[in-house]
T-cell receptor, first 117, second 110 residues
Framework: SAVISQKPSRDICQRGTSLTIQCQVDSQVTMMFWYRQQPGQSLTLIATANQGSEATYESGFVIDKFPISRPNLTFSTLTVSNMSPEDSSIYLC??????????????FGDGTRLSIL | GENVEQHPSTLSVQEGDSAVIKCTYSDSASNYFPWYKQELGKGPQLIIDIRSNVGEKKDQRIAVTLNKTAKHFSLHITETQPEDSAVYFCAAVLNGKLTFGQGTILTVHP
């Protein structure tokens, strides 16, 4: 497996501000994903981070709100922009170590716990 | 829309008993079904997965069964231990993305 590090592990932010979350993997991976987990809820896919091109967003999530970068095969960032209390969630990075497509095992980081005041 | 239904939402067992969590999915084209364990303050950990060409897979105390005809799959944990207490999520590939069930809070009482 791989070691997936997310920073920060938690943060408390003021509404209207933005926060960038980093995801670092200790080996090159084919696919990286960003999920949101609202308190006590399941996981929802925000977007697939594509290396060298724009991320692919799921319905209900837009680039202006959640800009994503993936400059190489080991690193990605997710920015939560113009935050409101409804953005309070756990944001999780996951990776597929090999293969293409979503039918591959995904491994998760420990997430970023975000609270908006 | 396409979804994954997971039951029960909470499950309480005595140490040493077995625990079973069931999921149903809507997309007959789904071919990959992982199970995750999430402990408090941690990210989900992949514990076992199964592909549609296999009916059952076992790894020590954990097993997963898949019934493609009925579109349901189950997680079986035998000889449960207190450290098995966590939230368990099933998932399936639906419409080209990994879709998660609602989760089951498993509590194993010593």
């Amino acid at each position: 497996s791989a070691v997936i590090s997310q920073k920060p592990s938690r943060d408390i932010c003021q509404r209207g501000t933005s926060l960038t979350i980093q995801c670092q993997v200790d080996s090159q991976v084919t696919m990286m994903f960003w999920y949101r987990q609202q308190p006590g809820q399941s996981l929802t896919l925000i977007a697939t981070a594509n290396q060298g091109s724009e991320a692919t967003y799921e319905s209900g999530f837009v680039i202006d709100k959640f800009p994503i970068s993936r400059p190489n095969l080991t690193f990605s960032t997710l920015t939560v922009s113009n935050m409101s209390p409804e953005d309070s969630s756990i944001y999780l990075c996951s990776v597929a170590l090999s293969g293409r497509g979503v039918g591959q095992p995904q491994h998760f980081g420990d997430g970023t716990r975000l609270s908006i005041l | 829309g396409e979804n994954v239904e997971q039951h029960p939402s909470t499950l309480s067992v005595q140490e040493g008993d077995s625990a079973v969590i069931k999921c149903t999915y809507s997309d007959s084209a789904s071919n990959y079904f992982p199970w995750y364990k999430q402990e408090l303050g941690k990210g989900p950990q992949l514990i076992i997965d199964i592909r549609s060409n296999v009916g059952e897979k076992k790894d020590q105390r954990i097993a997963v069964t898949l019934n493609k005809t009925a579109k349901h799959f189950s997680l079986h944990i035998t000889e449960t231990q207190p450290e098995d207490s966590a939230v368990y999520f099933c998932a399936a590939v639906l419409n080209g993305k990994l879709t998660f069930g609602q989760g089951t809070i498993l509590t194993v009482h010593p």
